[in-house]
């Protein structure tokens, strides 16, 4: 179809405060969480975008989110953090939200929702430490990144891997193809 896409996960300039941008809100589900938040994000692409004279072009934003309950596992702080999470998915079935949100033709928006299932077998303190020490928890949702050392402890997973990745690839073609973006 001949169209660029610019693609923002986080927003880029320093005026712009991520971490603003995540805080919970009291009594917020997951789903409502992640949602708001990726269309956060692409609030600020666009006027990141508007900001430095861009032409326009089809924005695509993402976030995800790791829930126990309405437990929401956000990135961990720190190691002692990620300890922390993964002892509690460990031996759970947990869900991973992705929220997408596509801007296309000035102000038209398109979202999507992907919510996928992951079992962790029980983990030792030592399988614990042993990953974390990778450093791969660190930067992740949960404290985990599936495609990485934390598969081997993944008992069941139902959804979207790439969903659980960060980007759920059928829910974005989706968003793509109703905004003309990618042909049918």
Same mark, same amino acid.
């Not at 614990?128 to 791969?136: L, P, Q, R």
């Not at 790439?162 to 980007?167: F, T």
């Given at each position: ?19 603003? *941008? ?17 269309? /956060?994000? /692409? ?10 004279? /861009? ?16 437990? *929401? ?15 509690? /998915? ?15 033709d000035g102000d038209r928006r398109l979202a999507a929702l992907s919510v996928s299932r992951v079992r962790f077998a029980p983990m030792s303190a ?59």
């Open positions: 179809m001949g169209h660029e896409l610019l693609l923002a996960n986080a927003p880029g300039d320093v005026a712009e405060d991520v971490e603003a *941008i995540e805080v919970l809100r009291r009594g917020e589900s997951p789903s409502a969480y992640v949602q708001r938040v990726t269309a /956060l994000k /692409l609030d600020a692409a666009v006027a990141r975008r508007e900001r430095r004279s /861009l032409r326009p072009a089809p924005i695509l934003c993402s976030d995800t989110t790791v829930a126990l309950g309405r437990t *929401i596992y956000g990135k961990p702080a720190d190691a002692s953090e990620a300890r922390r999470m993964l002892a509690e /998915l460990a031996g759970h079935e947990h869900r991973v939200l992705t929220a997408v949100a596509l801007q296309v030592a399988q614990i430490d042993a990953y974390v020490a990778s450093g791969e928890p660190l930067g992740k949702a949960g404290a985990y990144a599936i495609q990485g050392a934390a598969a081997q402890h993944v008992e069941h997973l139902s959804g979207s891997y790439s969903g659980i990745m960060g980007l759920p690839l059928f829910e974005t073609a989706r968003l793509l193809r109703a905004a003309g973006v990618l042909a049918p």
